[in-house]
């Protein structure tokens, strides 16, 4: 993770020898600062709720504590590959628990300019 992936959704992408990351829209838990998007949204009106109660009704299915809907996902897609080669260079990539605590410490309660000044 770096602290762009904290505060924003990136993807990742290999086809062939084709390789790109970029970044899109910030996390809901990071523009919500931390809060369920139905505790967010509680104060819009109707109108307002209409527009949004299928963004916030995916987003609530995802959520989290302590992280909200920030995740990871991954797609392999390929032929002839050894799935447990694959498996076992995915499991190697695994945080450990220690690097886990180390990121919570860093970024649970941190806000996007907290992390820039550091």
């Known amino acids: 993770a770096t602290q762009q992936s904290h505060w924003q959704q990136g993807a990742a992408s290999l086809a062939g020898r084709k390789f790109a990351v ?34 916030t009704t995916e987003t609530t299915t995802l959520w989290q504590e302590p992280w909200g809907d920030r995740r990871t996902e991954l797609v392999v897609i390929g032929q002839n590959m050894d799935r447990a080669e694959v498996t076992a260079a995915l499991d190697a990539c695994t945080v450990t628990d220690e690097e886990m605590n180390e990121y919570a410490t860093a970024f649970l309660t941190s806000e996007p300019l907290d992390i820039l000044n550091a």
């Open 22 to 55: 970029s970044y899109g829209v910030p996390w809901e838990a990071a523009v919500t600062n931390g809060r369920e998007p139905q505790q967010q949204h509680a104060a819009a009106t109707a109108e307002e709720n209409a527009t949004t109660a299928n963004t």
